[in-house]
């Protein structure tokens, strides 16, 4: 009936309270997950997860109970049916309330797939088939109902008094959620024979399942054309995965890792951990940030030397332009007297670790038929007129 596997990680029994020997009962199976995607979607929108999360879930404490090796083997043979108390049915009942009938518009927060008292612990009633499920109530103690769980008395669905013999039945606390609860119940309830007292709980698992399983609350579109979680997410390389290996805590030199040789005919390639670590030691530790920003005229009076010149351009002796030599002189001879070299264009232009905003306050010259550059034509006008972006434009800031 349940598949279920061990947990070798120590935790806790939710009823005995045991540390070893455990169990972990899934109550919900994976294959849920490999429904249309239609199905599934109708899923997480009614478990208030987000799109893609269903497989999580699955996998999470709220679809599993660790339990007893022995206490998880009779509860996956059904000698025992955990069911949602009626106050835990209306708790439920009333997160749906929450879901249904949304219009497509409505993108407000659905509440989170929780409806637990702030311990996280969610109430259900233990209800007992087998001799050693009932040597096991009585073993373990359980509490019993309180007038709460009996909703005052009165059943749910209709109103009516509960089937005397109802509060003999004890509770059970666990991290379960109800719809994975409910959903194994009707397993159980299934292959066992009812009683009118078992039957007030089984009329409410089948109610609570009803919603998904006859498509009663129906998703809105935007939800269903949500990418999936993780689905943008990319592999990383091998050298992006291992390339860099961090040193113990415990070592502050530092050890060098072993150096690994990919062997390539008579190649020998170092490996990338040993290329990343000497590329490290080359790196000097006081230079400058090459990711901060440029500075403004006014802060770069205040800058340090080191930094202001860093940023500097190096005194280059300026070049004779052979283009436009042979632009103004096309047939004259190659003699300096008829045609000397002409000078480089006077730059006018400001420097260009001057702040200014071209994107926000445009040059006087983009204004103008053609948009022709000028004498004052900087690095800074190019890149706006090349690409409309400011080569020294601030950060933004939030």
Same mark, same amino acid.
């Given at each position: ?14 009823m005995s309270g045991a540390i070893t020997k455990l169990s972990r009962a899934w109550l919900i199976p994976d294959e849920v997950a490999d ?46 049916v955990l069911v949602p108390t009626f106050k835990t049915f209306l708790d439920t009942m009333k997160f749906i309330e929450g879901i249904k ?117 129906? =998703? ?6 949500? !990418? #999936?979680?993780? %689905?943008? +997410? @990319?592999?990383? &390389? ?46 000097? =530790? ?6 901060? !920003? #440029?500075?403004? %005229?006014? +802060? @770069?009076?205040? &800058? ?56 926000r306050n445009p040059p006087a010259w983009a204004k103008r038929d053609g948009e022709f550059p000028t004498p004052t034509f900087s690095s ?19």
């Amino acid at each position: 009936m349940l598949e279920y596997k061990i947990h070798f990680n120590e935790r806790k029994c939710v009823m005995s309270g045991a540390i070893t020997k455990l169990s972990r009962a899934w109550l919900i199976p994976d294959e849920v997950a490999d429904e249309e995607e239609h199905e599934v979607a109708v899923k997480e929108w009614m478990f208030g997860l987000p799109r893609g999360g269903l497989p999580f879930y699955l996998t999470s404490p709220a679809n599993g109970m660790v339990l007893r090796d022995d206490i998880c083997n009779m509860y996956s043979h059904g000698e025992f049916v955990l069911v949602p108390t009626f106050k835990t049915f209306l708790d439920t009942m009333k997160f749906i309330e929450g879901i249904k009938s949304r219009k497509e518009s409505d993108r407000s927060p659905r509440c989170p797939h929780t409806l637990a008292s702030p311990s996280g612990l969610y109430r259900y009633v233990f209800i007992a088939y087998s001799k050693a499920a009932r040597a096991l109530q009585t073993q373990l103690k359980l509490q019993p109902q309180s007038n709460e769980d009996l909703n005052g008395g009165f059943t749910p669905l209709d109103g009516k008094p509960y089937v005397a013999g109802s509060e003999q039945y004890p509770i059970l606390e666990c991290y379960a959620h109800p719809f994975s609860i409910s959903a194994y119940a009707d397993k159980a309830f299934s292959m066992r024979r009812r009683t009118p007292i078992t039957d007030q709980w089984y009329a409410l698992t089948r109610r609570i399942l009803e919603q998904w399983e006859q498509k009663l609350i129906q =998703p809105p579109q935007w939800f269903v054309d949500e !990418p #999936l979680i993780g %689905e943008d +997410d @990319s592999e990383l &390389s091998a050298t992006e995965a291992m390339g860099y290996c961090l040193l113990p805590p415990n070592d502050p030199v530092g050890a060098k890792p072993l150096t690994v040789v990919a062997v390539d005919g008579d190649h020998h390639d170092e490996h990338y951990w040993q290329k990343v670590g000497s590329w490290v030691d080359n790196v000097d =530790p006081n230079a400058p940030d090459p990711n901060a !920003p #440029l500075p403004s %005229e006014q +802060d @770069s009076k205040t &800058s340090t030397v080191r930094t202001k010149q860093s940023l500097q351009r190096s005194p280059l002796k300026l070049r004779r332009s052979y283009r436009l030599r042979a632009k103004a002189c096309p047939y004259a001879s190659a003699s300096p007297d008829r045609c000397p070299y002409p000078p480089s264009p006077p730059r006018r232009a400001a420097s260009a670790l001057r702040y200014r905003d071209v994107v926000r306050n445009p040059p006087a010259w983009a204004k103008r038929d053609g948009e022709f550059p000028t004498p004052t034509f900087s690095s800074n006008d190019w890149a706006y007129f090349s690409y409309r972006i400011a080569l020294n434009a601030r950060p933004a800031t939030t």
